[in-house]
Structures are given as structure tokens and as C-alpha cells.
């Protein structure tokens, strides 16, 4: 994060040039924070207060949108780079809470968060007891219905369910029309890439944390 920040700012000082007001959800919680920082990871607030908007006069961003917990957590990783409170692990953080902020973070076009995200929810995958592994059924449909064909977190998502066999037992007694069958289907392309022994695959999930990486040269 040092070297981007001194790269396009020149000197890391200038990421807290001014203080800029975040209006957020419908409580209209306000957020004083740097403008710099903002634009350093964010093309949404990089269009904002450098644009030709109103946004960019008045100093003042309003996210009627937005859930406060979601911006509170994002407000709390610009500044520590971190997800995690001290002394929490990443058990004690849920799928929801990590599939909501990625959402926002797409939303807002802040890559690096996302790809944060990505890798906490891989290390729930290699860490979390079996019960919490995964993310419940409904916000898998949650997530296809706020994303388009060809998003990291359907993939991170599918693959999860695909990463054990024994997954399968949860799709039992679900109604089909609760599950999107792009879903289905992703769990079952990601079966066969994810277990080698049924497929000619080799692909391995906790192995591969920068595949559900979206590029920093794009915007989400």
C-alpha cells in the first residue's frame, strides 16, 4: 500500500491533505475523513471529489444507499488496513458481515478491499469448524441476485460449497426455486475442478487466494 500511495501521490502525506464528510444510510451518520485516502483506494470517491460534481464543492458525500455498518468497517480498514479488531480471529467474523461489505466495496470500486475480503473468507475455509464453514444457502442467493456472470465472490462463494463432498447434503429439503440454478451449476463446475480425483483438475482453493483477486487496473 506504501509504494501505490507514494507512487501516484508522491509523497504519502498528501493522502491526508483535507477532511471531506461522508453522509451515510438513512440515520445520515457522518464520517469526516481524508479526501486523499479516499481517492487513493476508491474510483467512486476519486470521480466524486475530483470531478465536475457537486460533491467536489460542497466537500460533502451522501451514501443514503449505504448501510453504516458496512462504510464503519471500510472507514475502519483505509485507516488500520485491517478487517480484523485486536485480538479477533477470523472465526468470530461471519460470511454475512464479509459478503455485505464486499458488495459495498464493489459497489464503491475499491478493489483492494475486496481482494482483503476475498482472502478472509478463504482463510474461514481452512479455519472455521464445520458448521461455519460455508456460507447458509440463502445468502448464496443473496449474492447471485446482487451480481452478474463472471463475479469473484459467485466463484468464491460457489466454490465453497464445492470444496467438500459432504456440502452437498445441504442443497437436501431446499426448494428449488430458492436456489438459483446458476448456483447449482457453478457448485457443480467447481466440484469437478476442485476434486481431481473425479475430474482432470488439479485446482485447490486454499492454494489460490489471488484468483479471487480483482485487478487493481479495473473498476469493479
Known amino acids: 500500500m506504501e ?5 501516484r501521490f508522491g509523497k504519502r502525506k498528501s493522502l491526508y491533505d483535507s477532511i471531506v464528510y461522508v453522509i451515510v444510510g438513512s440515520e445520515k451518520e457522518k464520517f469526516g475523513m481524508h479526501g486523499g485516502l479516499l481517492c487513493e483506494y476508491s474510483a467512486f470517491f476519486r470521480r466524486a471529489l475530483q470531478g465536475n460534481f457537486l460533491e467536489a464543492a460542497s466537500r460533502e458525500i451522501h451514501l443514503e444507499e449505504d448501510r453504516v455498518v458496512d462504510f464503519d468497517l471500510f472507514n ?3 485507516y488500520n488496513q485491517t478487517l480484523l479488531a485486536r485480538g479477533q480471529t477470523v472465526d468470530e467474523i461471519s460470511w454475512d458481515t464479509l459478503i455485505d461489505l464486499y458488495l459495498f466495496a464493489g459497489k464503491r470500486a475499491i478493489p483492494l478491499l475486496m481482494n482483503a475480503i476475498a482472502d478472509l473468507l478463504i482463510a474461514k475455509l481452512d479455519s472455521s469448524p464445520i458448521t461455519t464453514l460455508i456460507p447458509l444457502y440463502e445468502k448464496c ?6 451480481t452478474t456472470k463472471g463475479s469473484l465472490l459467485r466463484q468464491l462463494v460457489a466454490d465453497s460449497y464445492a470444496c467438500w463432498a459432504s456440502m452437498f447434503e445441504h442443497f437436501r429439503g431446499i426448494p428449488e426455486e430458492d436456489l438459483p440454478m446458476e448456483f447449482i451449476y457453478d457448485v457443480a463446475l467447481a466440484y469437478i475442478k476442485l476434486h481431481p480425483e473425479h475430474s482432470d483438475g488439479d485446482f485447490t482453493i486454499l492454494d489460490a487466494a489471488e484468483f479471487y ?8
Open 141 to 146: 442467493a443473496y449474492v447471485y441476485s446482487q
Open 213 to 220: 483477486h480483482v485487478s487493481l487496473h479495473e473498476t469493479p
Open 76 to 78: 475502519g480498514w483505509l
Open 3 to 7: 509504494v501505490i500511495a507514494k507512487t
